[in-house]
């Protein structure tokens, strides 16, 4: 199966700090970019969908809509992923993004829709599901991990990457020593096309 994946380190989107990033994956939806947000990981945020439908549609997306796993059924969120070919996962808390997906089955709509071609990104928490194992505490914790989605089963990402965060990779690589650690900084991103990866900005690899 051909994967279209993008990992973002970081950034805001109200400030349009992402765009150049944003712009390239509405690009790799082929022109028709219709557009599914997911704030899960922010609470269902409202004000984050206000934010992001708005920016998204002024970047170019044909259309642009939300699902809220608070609020919806899971025929409406699954015909609402059939009918997208961009997915964007918001940023916040890598846990309950996690734990929710898995709760209501999104996550094998979400196979299903990398299966047809889709394009799947995502932000901070967002990126860091989709990967095998994912790392769920702050940073100025201890390290804590859960199994993502899987999408990705050779990466780990440590997302809002910095220099001074070097050890962290390192601890990761020691405790999975298999998995290549991707730390992608604030407004960075991995662009994986299948077995193909590509780095944008600050992202060290190890």
Same mark, same amino acid.
């Given at each position: 199966?051909?994967?279209?994946?993008?990992?973002?380190?970081?950034?805001?989107?109200?400030?349009?700090?992402?765009?150049?990033?944003?712009?390239?994956?509405?690009?790799?939806?082929?022109?028709?970019?219709?557009?599914?947000?997911?704030?899960?990981?922010?609470?269902?945020?409202?004000?984050?969908?206000?934010?992001?439908?708005?920016?998204?549609?002024?970047?170019?997306?044909?259309?642009?809509?939300?699902?809220?796993?608070?609020?919806?059924?899971?025929?409406?969120?699954?015909?609402?992923?059939?009918?997208?070919?961009?997915?964007?996962?918001?940023?916040?808390?890598?846990?309950?993004?996690?734990?929710?997906?898995?709760?209501?089955?999104?996550?094998?709509?979400?196979?299903?829709?990398?299966?047809?071609?889709?394009?799947?990104?995502?932000?901070?928490?967002?990126?860091?599901?989709?990967?095998?194992?994912?790392?769920?505490?702050?940073?100025?914790?201890?390290?804590? &991990?859960?199994?993502? &989605?899987?999408?990705?089963?050779?990466?780990?990402?440590?997302?809002?990457?910095?220099?001074?965060? &070097?050890?962290?990779?390192?601890?990761?690589?020691?405790?999975?020593?298999?998995?290549?650690?991707?730390?992608?900084?604030?407004?960075?991103?991995?662009?994986?096309?299948?077995?193909?990866?590509?780095?944008?900005?600050?992202?060290?690899?190890?």
């Amino acid at each position: 199966m051909t994967k279209k994946i993008v990992l973002i380190g970081g950034g805001e989107i109200q400030s349009a700090q992402t765009a150049e990033i944003d712009k390239r994956i509405i690009g790799l939806a082929g022109g028709d970019a219709k557009c599914l947000f997911f704030p899960t990981a922010a609470g269902d945020s409202d004000e984050y969908i206000k934010i992001f439908e708005k920016y998204y549609s002024e970047l170019g997306c044909s259309t642009v809509s939300s699902a809220k796993l608070s609020s919806e059924s899971f025929e409406e969120i699954k015909n609402k992923i059939q009918n997208s070919n961009l997915i964007y996962l918001g940023g916040g808390d890598t846990c309950c993004l996690i734990n929710k997906f898995k709760e209501q089955n999104i996550v094998n709509e979400l196979e299903e829709f990398l299966g047809r071609g889709g394009v799947l990104s995502g932000i901070s928490a967002g990126a860091s599901a989709l990967t095998g194992i994912s790392i769920v505490s702050e940073l100025d914790e201890e390290l804590c &991990f859960e199994k993502g &989605f899987g999408f990705l089963s050779k990466y780990i990402v440590l997302p809002h990457y910095q220099k001074a965060y &070097f050890d962290i990779l390192q601890q990761i690589k020691t405790k999975y020593p298999d998995k290549t650690v991707l730390g992608i900084a604030d407004l960075a991103a991995v662009f994986i096309d299948d077995e193909e990866i590509e780095l944008f900005s600050i992202v060290e690899k190890i």
